[in-house]
């Protein structure tokens, strides 16, 4: 697999068409120099019939060949770099959201601390600013953590302690820490299902997981947020569905609500802080699993559904699952 990857890199696929093209102009100059000699010398002497043509029809084939080659690698180098913008508009944007994420809380920080320098602030008020300032700290070391496993998921840098859990007691139990976490009521979630099977899990990088969906549901909803959970088992993966009732998204958006720094920008939308990187992580990790992630949604303001597969312990999988947990052991005898 990594063969053909080499094959459909843009610098490959550049230099190749090059190749083409300056093997084409080479061809047409031969054929052109080569039939212009010949006919100069003895042209007039050869008779109709004795000038083949199947060299030249050989000639216009190969050159219609390299000259589709050539077009098909500029139209992928087109691809490419059009691709490498988007990235680069994403990107931009984001440096802009985290720039605005950090001064926001830091300020914040900065007037409390110079109010309580030059004013003598009561205990009470002083115990309400120390909150909110923990409150602002505890922004920022999440802005900073997500930033880092975006760095550590990219370069395989992140590690996973995986073990084997009964999927049902893991579930609830990391649903309830992430309600607490929160602060999300026990009205505003309901969890239903059953799963009598086990499943292969970092417990930490899961918990991420279910802290972004979450706050997303939040978040992202307009009125009070109400977050349905289903999970049950089939014979090969461990199924979980999400399902909020926020603002949704098109069709169109369903295709890239998981790609890197992606948000979803609309002025009739309410305007959530962000900077595009909880989907994809949470993608990254389910991927690192080695189950899927897909979302669905009936459109604007109608919530939106996020369905999780994890392949079940010893059922399917079992050579990437049974090497996750080797490579686990192997990291805790190191340390």
Not at 52 to 75: D, E, F, H, Q, R
Not at 151 to 176: D, H, T
Not at 208 to 217: C, E, I, Q, R
Not at 295 to 319: D, V
Request: glycine share 4%; with cysteine.
């Amino acid at each position: 697999m990594r063969k053909w990857r080499f094959f459909l890199h843009p610098v490959f696929i550049f230099v190749f068409a090059q190749l083409a093209w300056v093997s084409l102009l080479g061809l047409w100059i031969y054929w052109y120099v080569t039939n212009y000699i010949i006919l100069e010398k003895v042209g007039d002497k050869l008779a109709p019939q004795l000038v083949s043509k199947t060299a030249n029809v050989i000639t216009l084939i190969w050159g219609v060949v390299l000259l589709v080659v050539l077009l098909i690698g500029m139209y992928f180098i087109f691809i490419y770099l059009n691709r490498q913008i988007h990235i680069t508009r994403l990107y931009d944007n984001f440096i802009a959201s985290v720039t605005h994420e950090l001064k926001s809380p830091l300020a914040s920080i900065q007037l409390y601390l110079d109010t309580m320098r030059i004013r003598d602030i009561p205990k009470e008020k002083q115990k309400e600013f120390i909150a909110l300032m923990d409150r602002d700290t505890e922004r920022l070391r999440s802005l900073i953590d997500s930033i880092l496993e975006i760095s550590g998921i990219e370069q395989n840098k992140m590690i996973f302690n995986f073990k084997v859990y009964p999927a049902e007691s893991f579930i609830r139990e990391l649903v309830r820490e992430t309600m607490e976490k929160l602060k999300i009521p026990d009205s505003a979630v309901t969890l239903e299902g059953e799963a009598s099977c086990e499943c292969v899990c970092d417990r930490e990088a899961i918990r991420m997981v279910f802290d972004n969906l979450f706050g997303n549901a939040i978040k992202y909803c307009q009125n009070e947020a109400k977050i349905h959970i289903r999970f049950s088992c089939d014979k090969k993966n461990l199924i979980l569905e999400f399902q909020d009732q926020g603002i949704g998204f098109s069709k169109k958006e369903r295709k890239r609500i998981f790609n890197k720094f992606y948000r979803i920008v609309d002025e009739n939308k309410p305007n959530v802080k962000g900077t595009g990187l909880g989907l994809y992580i949470v993608k990254e990790v389910i991927k690192a699993h080695g189950g899927d992630i897909s979302a669905f949604s009936e459109g604007p303001n109608k919530g939106a559904t996020f369905r999780l597969e994890l392949p079940i312990y010893q059922r399917a999988k079992k050579r990437y699952i049974n090497k996750l947990l080797r490579i686990s052991r192997r990291k805790k005898k190191a340390s």
